[in-house]
C-alpha cells in the first residue's frame, strides 16, 4: 500500500505560481509512475501529468505544457507539481496518484492508478 498526501494548495491570481507536494509513505515510489490529476466543479477527473520512474520522461496535456513542470524524489518519497503562469481556468482540486511502473498502458489512464492522494483545492482567481 502506499499513502499519499497532497499539500500546498491555496487561492492565487492569475499569473502567479504554486507548487503542488505530494508525499508518499507505506513503499517507496522508485517503482511507480506518478501522476497529477484535477477535477474542476462538474467536471470529470483529468490527467495534467505524469513522469516515469526515474524522472526522466514525462507527459503533460497540451493546456499546462509550457507552465507546469513535474518532478520527483524517489530518495525522498516525493513528487511535486510546480505550476506557473496560472490561469482561472486552472481551478480545481488537484490529486497525486501512483501506478506501478511495468503497467504498459498510456500514463494518461486514470484506471491504471492504484493509489490516490485526498487532493489540494487550488483557486486561481482575481
Known amino acids: 500500500q502506499v499513502q499519499l498526501v497532497e499539500s500546498g494548495g491555496g487561492l492565487v491570481q492569475p499569473g502567479d505560481s504554486l507548487r503542488l507536494s505530494c508525499a508518499a509513505s507505506?513503499?517507496?515510489?522508485?517503482?511507480?509512475?506518478m501522476g497529477w490529476f484535477r477535477q474542476a466543479p462538474g467536471k470529470e477527473r483529468e490527467f495534467v501529468g505524469g513522469?516515469?520512474?526515474?524522472?526522466?520522461?514525462?507527459d503533460y496535456i497540451d493546456s499546462v505544457k509550457g507552465r507546469f513542470i513535474i518532478s520527483r524524489d524517489n530518495d525522498r518519497n516525493m513528487a511535486y507539481l510546480q505550476m506557473n503562469s496560472l490561469k482561472p481556468e486552472d481551478t480545481a482540486v488537484y490529486y497525486c496518484a501512483a501506478r506501478p511502473a511495468f503497467r504498459v498502458s498510456p500514463i494518461r489512464r486514470k484506471d491504471d492508478y492504484d493509489y490516490w492522494g485526498q487532493g489540494t483545492q487550488v483557486t486561481v482567481s482575481s
Open positions: 513522469i516515469d520512474r526515474s524522472g526522466e520522461s514525462f
Open positions: 507505506g513503499r517507496t515510489i522508485s517503482s511507480y509512475v
